[in-house]
């Protein structure tokens, strides 16, 4: 157990619903992180949250959307999904900057759109 | 622009031999960090090691070694005695410092698929 938790570990739904996946960081951790995995992408970073606040953007699509609590656990909100939303959607965690120590990655989320 | 490429996309061995799994980078940066993650077929990512740009120290963990080569960009890994367990995609991943917004870039090499054969 990396102490990072992603809820839920599986998820199927249909094009143009809207889906949320929920991130717990590890304890102590203030920055969360959202990756895409997907077969033909490989691990694509899509935003970060530090403390509440948005730090950095990366291929995220105005489809998605995210945020960070008071209690810093993060969710990730996709919508409108499409057939190409289908990844493995990872949150990672990290102290005040992963940049020395690395991230600790949740077991992720499995989507698949049908 | 910052970039790490892992050419091996996919590397088969049997088991006892030793394989290294390739990774260079580029960055402008001076001061950078290095990484590589282990992503076994259960699907999670797990850290293996950081290496600094000042230390270029090589570095041994038990069947796991790390060589860091500033002047050919290269952080390669190598599996000693390979185990049907060490059967993974293996992530290279670079780090630089954080820009005037406090923001920093952190990005993954497309990975390399290890399998060893029993």
């Known amino acids: 157990d990396s102490g990072v938790t992603q809820t839920p570990k599986h998820l199927i739904t249909a094009t143009g619903q809207r889906v949320t996946l929920r991130c717990s960081p590890r304890?102590?951790?203030?920055?969360v992180y959202w990756y895409q995995q997907s077969l033909d992408q490989g691990l694509q970073f899509l935003i970060q949250?530090?403390?509440?606040?948005?730090?950095a953007k990366g291929n995220i699509l105005e489809r998605f959307s995210a945020q960070q609590f008071p209690d810093l656990h993060s969710e990730l909100n996709l919508s409108s999904l499409e057939l190409g939303d289908s990844a493995l959607y990872f949150c990672?965690?990290?102290?005040?900057?992963?940049?020395?120590?690395?991230?600790?990655f949740g077991s992720g989320t499995r989507l698949t759109v049908v | 622009a910052q970039k790490v490429t892992q050419a091996q996309t996919e590397i088969s061995v049997v088991e006892k031999e030793d394989v290294t799994l390739d990774c260079v980078y580029e960055?402008?940066?001076?001061?950078?960090?290095l990484f590589w993650y282990k992503q076994p077929p259960s699907g999670e990512l797990v850290f293996l090691i950081r290496?600094?740009?000042?230390?270029?120290q090589n570095e041994i963990s038990g069947r796991y070694s790390w060589n860091f080569q500033k002047s050919t960009s290269s952080f390669n890994f190598t599996i000693t005695a390979s185990q049907v367990v060490d059967s993974a995609v293996y992530f290279c991943?670079?780090?630089?410092?954080?820009?005037?917004?406090?923001?920093?870039?952190?990005?993954f090499g497309t990975g390399t698929r290890l399998k060893v054969l029993a």
């Open positions: 990672a965690s990290s102290a005040s900057t992963g940049m020395v120590y690395g991230y600790t």
């Open positions: 304890s102590g951790d203030l920055s």
């Open positions: 949250y530090y403390n509440g606040e948005e730090r």
């Open positions: 960055t402008r940066d001076t001061t950078y960090y």
């Open positions: 290496r600094n740009s000042f230390d270029e």
């Open positions: 991943a670079l780090s630089e410092a954080p820009t005037t917004s406090g923001t920093y870039k952190y990005i």
